[in-house]
């Protein structure tokens, strides 16, 4: 079966900016064909956990009257925006897909990040669904818009497939090996991963403390880095940034660009590597030096990621484990036991590990001189539901959880910023990811790569 | 593998931890293969590049 581009016409969030500045759309408008979308759709995606209609409109209405004052409005004023279900969105629950959690009172605040994000004038649809507790790739019961017989990746899975679907134009994710990015990867759409400690976790349900961070899941890189400046407080920047990403003519030139061998090429489905031979190329044309260059602490970092991962979502969870196990998914449950049980050397060895990934990679952009790094969001697209095993040409195989977060997990250990950018689909009609990886805290630097990638990587 | 059985329900007993005996084997195979990749990751560890990244450290390009 081919896939079929659930929104082929998308409107983005600065089109929508624009066209509510312009009065030739309304809030209302704009509200009602996501609701009407949302009613039509999700019953097969299920991206979305608790929408409000009447609210919404009454909002929506609400923000059509006060554009009609004299009054400057703020710079995403009645952007509609989903919130994962593991942060904090005051007046909703936030139940992070777990059992032990649906009878919770609603948050009375907003996470940090939301509360910042509400100044800049968006309005929350509602919460997407999420993996439960964030620790996993399935984001069960979502699935692919693409093809609902396909995982949307996760655990991010609802905000990917809610923007991919067309059902809102922006969402928050989180992630701690690849949360934002293997959905936006699987779905068609763009993801950031901030750097790690750059945007607040406050009111984010923890799944590894040492590597939790939220970011913003949008269409183009233009609108998520409007979102990430929405996050941070900083949205009175929104209107001056749009000039910084121009519809046409970006150019690469005196751009360094790491092209990493062995660990990201194996085991990679074909279309996957041809998509990013194909990138590099345009990136030359558009006046990119592309530099061969090794990471020989690709599989130590990876090692270090997911295992402090285990180790920290056992701490977290295991008052749970020892009162009520059988609340929680096997998926989880499995985390937890493993982390849980692991003794202390483990952990330090991994944190020494993880603190040489750090040192090393920071030597391979210094040697090189690189801007970024280009590689595989994930080495294959959106998997079948149920498909728990990936099958390789060589007849090897690997668990799907590990496979999709092979390439995410060891820039969590870095904690550098990274951009998961669409990059072409392939013969089944699915959407393939690439990322680009950035120097710590150069994510306009790494906006301005991934913006260029964009404007030509879908030709 | 029954050592690994016997080991891990020793140390979750010792945590308060009950795991149901079905689940021991398959929490045992992962506490292993977990144990053994971290000892991959001991052995692997190259020496660091010169000039060392402690004094190159994340420093803006040009």
Redesign the interface.
Known sequence: MTAVNPNPNPLTIREAVQRLGDKSLSTTGLMADLLTRIQETDESVIAWLDVRPKFLMELAEANDRRRTLPRETTPLFGIPIGVKDMIDLAGYQTVCNMESRVEITEAPRDAEVVHQMRKSGVIFMGKTVTQEAAAGIYSDPCRNPWDTERIPGGSSGGSAAAVANGTCLGAFGTDTGGSIRIPAALCGVTGLKPTYGRLSVEGIFPLSPSMDTPGPIARTVADTMALYLAMQGKHKDIPAMWDRFPLSGASLAGKRIGVLSSFFNEHVQPEILAAQERAVEKMRTLGAEIVECDW??A??AR??AK?IA?IECGQIH?DQ??TA?ELMGEELR?RV??G???PAD?WF??LH?RE?AK??I??V???Q???AIIAPTTPVTAPLVGEKEINYADGTSEDTGLALTRFTGPWNATGQPVFAVPAGLDEKALPIGLSLIG??D?EWELADIAHALEAVIQD | MSDSVSHVREVAQSLGISIQEDRLEQLASAYEATLKEVEATRQSQTPLPTPSPYDAGWEVKR
């Open positions: 020989q602490d599989e130590l090692s270090a295992i285990r295991r484990l020892t196990p499995k036991e493993l849980a049980i692991l483990v060895a991994m590990a040489r040192r090393s920071s030597a952009y210094q040697q001189q690189l801007d120097r710590p150069q």
